[in-house]
Every structure is written in C-alpha cells, then in structure tokens.
T-cell receptor, first 113, second 114 residues
C-alpha cells in the first residue's frame, strides 16, 4: 500500500491565522481525500482532491475556508483559513490504492488558541 | 446515502478474553467494508477489508470480520485480546465503485484490563 507523509504532525496556531497541511505520497494516486476528526469524534470527509480538477467539497465545508491544491499525482495541500478554536481537530489525508485499500496519513493535530 | 453505526462507544475486556466489535451499515448496493484501528496520537491503520467473495475476512494482528448481508453487519472479532489492542476502532463503508470516499462509524474505544 502507499506510504503517506503528512506535515506538520501538530501545530498550535493563533486565531485568525491560516495553516497549510501537506500530504506527500510515495506513488502516483488518482484519488486523495481530506478528513477532519474533531476531538473525541469520528472522521468526516472535507473534500475529494483529484489532480487536474477542482476539489469536491462535502456539505458544510467550503473552498474559502479549506482551500485545497493538487498540483500532481503525489502531492496535495489543505489550508485551514482564518482559524478559530472550533477548527481544533486532527486533519488527515487519505489515498485510494491500487488494491482499493484506503491509506491514511498520520494526521495533523491542530490546536487553535 | 451510505451510513455506518457502531452501537458500542466503549468496550472493556480482560486480556486474553475474546472480542467482538459490532458494525452495521446502510447501503443500497454491494458495499466495500473496512475496519481501521487508531492508537492514541496515531493515524489510522487498516485491519482488514471486504469487497466480495468469502464473507469471513482475515486481517492483521489476529483480527477477522464476517460480512452478513442479511443483517447488514460487518462485526470485528479477535479470539484473544492483548493489552496492545487498546485503541479506537472504526468501521467504514465505501460505495461499490472504487474511488468514492469512506463513511465512518462513530468508533468504539476498546480498553483492556490486565
């Protein structure tokens, strides 16, 4: 299965600022996904990012708040913009592998103060 | 729309005892089903997955799961739990066509007593 490197692993940010999270995959993948895991909660899909097209956002998530880039088949970024304490979560990227298994990055633990 | 229910939020078992974590899904067609484990401060690790074929699926770390279409269930089992199995377990369902995102259940936190 693919190996994902996600950075940063954690960060503490001031409200009103933005943080960009990077997701690097060791192989080319078509489908990449960004999830949010709020404290003590399950995972919720933010958006699906395909190379060469705009990301598709789920209900409740908008591009202005969570802009996503997907410049090639091995890399994507998620930006959390104009942060508030409610954005404190773990953010995870995921890819769909050739064996239809979904691999996850180790996550970015974000705390907004 | 697909959905997943994990009825048990917390489960505590003694080390060496057997384990069953419940998962019920809702999906109109043949689902892709997954179990993931998340240890504290860690990402998600795939335990096993089911797409088709044999309804009893073997996974890593001694886990297995059985797909029961009539009950819309995909319960995770382990015959003898180890203290290192203490973690959060998530069941997830994907649409039958590859490329769709996963929908996760709420998770079950497993605690293991010595």
């Amino acid at each position: 299965s693919a190996v994902i490197s996600q950075k940063p692993s954690r960060d503490i940010c001031q409200r009103g600022t933005s943080l960009t999270i990077q997701c690097q995959v060791d192989s080319q993948v078509t489908m990449m996904f960004w999830y949010r895991q709020q404290p003590g909660q399950s995972l919720t899909l933010i958006a699906t990012a395909n190379q060469g097209s705009e990301a598709t956002y789920e209900s409740g998530f908008v591009i202005d708040k969570f802009p996503i880039s997907r410049p090639n088949l091995t890399f994507s970024t998620l930006t959390v913009s104009n942060m508030s304490p409610e954005d404190s979560s773990i953010y995870l990227c995921s890819v769909l592998g050739w064996d239809y298994g979904y691999t996850f990055g180790s996550g970015t633990r974000l705390t907004v103060v | 729309a697909q959905s997943v229910t994990q009825p048990d939020i917390h489960i505590t078992v003694s080390e060496g005892a057997s384990l069953e974590l419940r998962c019920n899904y809702s999906y109109g067609a043949t689902p892709y089903l997954f179990w993931y484990v998340q240890s504290p401060g860690q990402g998600l690790q795939l335990l096993l997955k089911y797409f088709s074929g044999d309804t009893l699926v073997q996974g890593i770390k001694g886990f297995e799961a059985e797909f029961k279409r009539s009950q819309s269930s995909f319960n995770l089992r382990k015959p003898s739990v180890h203290w290192s199995d203490a973690a959060e377990y998530f069941c997830a369902v994907g649409a039958g066509n590859a490329g769709n995102m996963l929908t996760f259940g709420g998770g079950t936190r497993l605690m293991v007593k010595p």
